[in-house]
């Protein structure tokens, strides 16, 4: 794993090149769309509601409306959570989105995080992060 995310993201797609069920999308977080990440996921986990609906979802949509450094501060924050896990090695980012979680590569940080989509279903991400400030 490396902090250039275009590395990460070539490898993330040889180990899954032929298996459909594995959706795998580039995005780009902040205001002003500066920051680039990459989600892969099942397909079937993320069946009926889709991802948008999510709490990955609600999640992303969040950072895709806040300023830069605000996107930086936020991921600084939950790298500290217990429930997203960090990801040292492409592989293990691969293997790990097999439990059915969401995997999150963001330009310039050395690990993928794995996001648990179960969430905290009766509390907003504002509250959440504010909560483990």
Do not use: W
Not at 27 to 51: H, N, Q, W
Request: proline share 2%; charged share 25%.
């Amino acid at each position: 794993m490396t902090t250039n995310i275009d590395e990460n993201i070539k490898s993330f797609r040889q180990i899954y090149s032929d298996c459909s069920d594995i959706k795998m999308q580039e995005m780009y977080l902040g205001r002003d769309a500066s920051i680039k990440c990459f989600v892969a996921y099942i397909e079937v986990t993320c069946a009926g509601s889709g991802i948008n609906n999510s709490a990955f979802g609600r999640f992303t949509s969040y950072l895709e409306g806040i300023d830069r450094d605000q996107v930086k501060e936020v991921l600084d924050k939950i790298a500290a959570l217990s429930e997203f896990a960090h990801l040292h090695t492409v592989n293990e980012a691969a293997q790990m989105m097999l439990t059915g979680d969401v995997i999150f590569f963001v330009d310039g940080y050395p690990d993928a995080f794995k996001l648990p989509d179960k969430g905290y279903p009766a509390m907003s991400i504002r509250r959440l992060i504010r909560k483990r400030s």
